[in-house]
Every structure is written in structure tokens, then in C-alpha cells.
């Protein structure tokens, strides 16, 4: 079972400290994005608002990996048939989960409006420009900084990968507007689950853009 940076003494205590401190830095660097000051940004462009905070969390997470480096993760065994049958059957609910609660919650009655992944300024873009953003751009850059770089050094602070994986969740959640919040949860919490499943991005980045298609495609 994975242990996180902390140890006993001095050394331990300064080890733990610092990797706090780095995932405190990764998730205001992402709060940061989203506050007015920065988006204003984007009004001398004339693009949408999301697409500067996609470049934004792009940078700087490619500038972390880049000053922090990890090494590759191997699996110390080779699974038999069952754990194979098992992973791709967990890995299968895990992709769709998110699309499914998210259509749920939409065709709620108590639930309408609730859901929201249309962010501002999209409208006035092509459609194919639309759903290229919602189901290849956000889902790429989202995966690739809170279930690459931020759920890496979430794994050096955080006692096993369950903790990792509520913690990433969650402050993905927190991340997106307050109507947004119960579709984001699902979202990151299977999403880190598939991160820590996998070892991969790709299901992440699958089960993203297919709950984004599925609400773009219903508030049409």
C-alpha cells in the first residue's frame, strides 16, 4: 500500500511539508485561473474566457512535469485473467458513470439547470469548434493537470490512492460553478479512480469527453 511523504523526524516532517505546499500551489494555480482579473485576458483576443484558462493550466502544468519530474510507474505483478476481467469491467462502469448521472440529472425535474458545461462565450463558435472544445480540449488539458500533475504529488501527501482519489474529486468539483458541482464530483472521483485503475490517462480522458457530448448534446 502507498504511504505519503511524511516519515518521523525533522527530515520526514520538512518532506511532508513541502509536498503540501506543492499541492497547494497546483490547486490555487487552477482557483487563479478562473478569477476575472485573469480572464480579462482573453477580451483584447476577443475568444472565449475557457480558452485562456485551458492554455493557462496547459503552461503551467507542462512547467511543473517539466521542473518536477516523476519517474514511470511499474506494476510489481502481472495480472492473471480475473484481475484483467475485473479491471476492464471496473474500468467500463467507471467511463460511462459520469455520462449517465449527468443525463439523469438534467432530465430531473428538481435537478434542471444544475448541470452546466457550456461555458460562456462558446456559443458564439462554430459547432464543430463547440464540440471540439467540450469533448477533446477540456477533457485533455482538465485530465492531463489534476489526474497527471496535481493527482502525482497528491499520491506523495496523502497516506493511500483512496484519500488521493476523494481529495482529487473533489477539488475538481469545486473548481466549476456551484451548478455544476454534483456532475463535476462524479466526474473527478471516477476519473481519479481510473487514473489510479489504469495507470493511464486515456480512460480519463474517455469518460470526460463522453459526459461533456452527452450534456452538450442535451441542452442543445
Not at 18 to 35: C, D, E, P
Amino acid at each position: 500500500m502507498h504511504h505519503g511523504a511524511g516519515g518521523t523526524g525533522p527530515a520526514g516532517w520538512r518532506s511532508g511539508t513541502v509536498a503540501l505546499l506543492r499541492v497547494g500551489v497546483l490547486i490555487a494555480w487552477a482557483y487563479a485561473t478562473r478569477i476575472p482579473l485573469i480572464q480579462a485576458l482573453a477580451a483584447p483576443l476577443q475568444i472565449p474566457h475557457l480558452f485562456v484558462d485551458l492554455a493557462l493550466l496547459a503552461a503551467f502544468g507542462l512547467l511543473w512535469r517539466f521542473i518536477f519530474p516523476v519517474h514511470t510507474e511499474t506494476r510489481s505483478q502481472t495480472p492473471d485473467a480475473r484481475q484483467r476481467w475485473l479491471t476492464m469491467t471496473y474500468t467500463s462502469i467507471l467511463i460511462v458513470l459520469p455520462a449517465i448521472v449527468g443525463y439523469w440529472l438534467l432530465k430531473e425535474d428538481s435537478f434542471v439547470g444544475v448541470v452546466r458545461v457550456q461555458p460562456e462565450g462558446l456559443g458564439q463558435l462554430s459547432d464543430g469548434v463547440r464540440v471540439f472544445t467540450l469533448v477533446a480540449l477540456v477533457p485533455s488539458v482538465e485530465e492531463f493537470y489534476f489526474r497527471e500533475v496535481v493527482r502525482s504529488e497528491l499520491r506523495q501527501v496523502l497516506p493511500t490512492s483512496w484519500h488521493a482519489i476523494v481529495a482529487n474529486g473533489v477539488w475538481f468539483a469545486f473548481l466549476h460553478p456551484a451548478e455544476s458541482m454534483p456532475f463535476a464530483l462524479v466526474l473527478g472521483l471516477c476519473s481519479a479512480a481510473l487514473r489510479e485503475l489504469n495507470g493511464s490517462l486515456a480512460p480519463c480522458i474517455m469518460s470526460h469527453s463522453l459526459g461533456n457530448l452527452v450534456l452538450a448534446f442535451l441542452q442543445e
